[in-house]
């Protein structure tokens, strides 16, 4: 299944004073939890109840981690952390910084693998990844048309949240 996209007019003028068009991803649904654990269980030998316990385990365990100011790293997945980012005026000294002038956020970078030089390879979750115009009846999925790696060798361009 490809990856379907729509052409989207930003807001924002350039300096040129146009307002230019970008591809934007076009979402079609959404996978919950028992679906997930529905086709894991199909991959192994765990039943879906089995694989759901497991996935609402994996939640409790990754929120304690998380929650002890841990970074989370599933292999293949990629990693988890929390952060905070202000959301206000900053104090004027160091003893008067709190929490409270700040949100947390839950940040995710998918896993990547390393080329020997140390440059990026492969978003693991994209890796051979199609994309596919969603307005347009015909054209052909990625590779025919166009190929989503073409300015981004490293694989989908995915920096985390």
Do not use: W
């Not at 230019?20 to 991959?43: D, H, M, N, S």
């Not at 990625?142 to 989503?148: F, I, K």
């Amino acid at each position: 299944m490809p990856i379907l996209y729509e052409a989207y007019q930003s807001n924002l003028e350039n300096k040129d004073k146009k307002k230019l068009f970008y591809p934007r991803v076009v979402r079609t649904g959404k996978v919950g939890t028992e679906q997930i654990a529905k086709e894991v269980a199909g991959y192994s030998s765990l039943s879906a109840g089995d694989v759901k316990n497991t996935i609402d385990n994996l939640v409790t365990v990754m929120t304690q981690h998380l929650q002890a100011s841990e970074t989370v790293s599933l292999d293949g997945l990629g990693n988890f952390r929390i952060t905070m980012i202000a959301k206000g005026k900053g104090v004027e000294t160091a003893d008067d910084v709190s929490a409270s002038q700040a949100k947390l956020y839950m940040r995710f970078t998918s896993a990547s693998t390393l080329n020997s030089d140390r440059t990026k390879a492969t978003r693991s979750l994209l890796t051979g990844a199609k994309c596919k115009r969603f307005d347009r009846k015909t054209g052909a999925v990625s590779g025919e048309e166009e190929n989503p790696d073409v300015d981004n060798p490293g694989g989908g361009g995915i920096e985390g949240i």
